[in-house]
């Protein structure tokens, strides 16, 4: 049966600064740069809130974590354990495995495998891992993604992590590419399914292709000026979840305008005869 979950990027106005980590061609490093946003909630409150309002589950941006200490990763595994709600992924928004730049390719890699053991440090179940940003035609460029998200399921298993990707960023842009990498992987890495990513006319067509392997739905709506979403067209998404008949987690994403937990309280009105 799947059930509700939501991600911390539907509550970005209110969580406090984002951390968005940017590579530094001249220096050949990473850089982290603050982009400031109200704190009216805590990270190390959210999971109590989240279980108030009905949600079975989050999905947490890396750039949401305000420290990635040890004794920072407890408390937050701690947070959720008291509120009885569960830490399903890791969501980290940064990283290119296809990056033609050996040494940011490398860089990047190192970077997700220290991301791995924060997730196992704070107790997430999975870590979403960007396949890369080649293009989605690009066999060369599709191989070498899965040899190496290969090998960071491989270091996460022997932490307790799972690795998953999603329909995110270019590589994965099309349901063709999405297979083509699932191929190599098996059932080793899992799917992350985003409403958001394909595009008509062939989106629906695409999103049938993925599902079956996906752990996830970012069901995420089409909103209007005035943060109302498209009620048919997010219904006909959620069909094709319905008829995939995929029991996964229904991870509610809001980034329109006006109160955010208003604009998920009308999206979650959609989903729930869905789950």
């Not at 968005?20 to 982009?35: A, F, I, L, N, P």
């Not at 179940?125 to 960071?152: F, H, W």
């Not at 996460?156 to 998953?164: C, E, L, N, P, Y």
Request: proline share 4%; glycine share 8%; net charge negative.
């Amino acid at each position: 049966m799947s059930y509700l979950s939501v991600s911390t990027w539907s509550l970005h106005r209110l969580l406090g600064p984002l951390r968005w980590t940017v590579w530094d061609d001249e220096k050949g490093t990473h850089q982290v740069k603050e982009q400031e946003q109200p704190q009216v909630l805590s990270l190390l409150e959210l999971p109590a809130e989240a279980a108030q309002r009905g949600y079975q589950a989050l999905e947490v941006c890396h750039f949401h974590f305000p420290s990635t200490e040890p004794e920072y990763l407890e408390r937050l595994r701690q947070a959720f354990i008291t509120a009885g709600i569960s830490f399903d992924t890791l969501l980290l928004d940064y990283g290119d495995l296809t990056a033609q730049d050996v040494t940011r390719r490398e860089a990047d890699f190192n970077l997700i495998r220290n991301w791995i053991d924060i997730a196992a440090g704070a107790g997430a179940k999975q870590i979403r891992v960007i396949a890369g940003d080649a293009m989605p035609t690009d066999e060369q460029a599709i191989g070498q993604s899965a040899a190496s998200l290969l090998e960071l399921a491989e270091y996460a298993s022997g932490k307790g992590v799972r690795v998953v990707t999603e329909n995110f960023r270019l590589l994965t842009s099309t349901g063709a590419s999405c297979i083509q990498l699932l191929e190599h992987l098996g059932d080793r890495v899992g799917m992350i399914t985003d409403f958001g990513n394909f595009k008509l006319p062939t989106k629906y067509e695409e999103f049938s292709m993925i599902l079956p392997y996906s752990v996830s739905v970012h069901a995420k709506a089409q909103y209007d000026e005035q943060g109302m979403p498209d009620e048919a067209e997010f219904r006909s998404c959620l069909e094709t979840v319905r008829a995939a008949g995929s029991n996964c987690a229904i991870v509610l994403i809001y980034d329109g305008p006006g109160d955010m937990w208003e604009g998920l309280g009308r999206i979650q009105r959609i989903v729930e005869p869905y789950l």
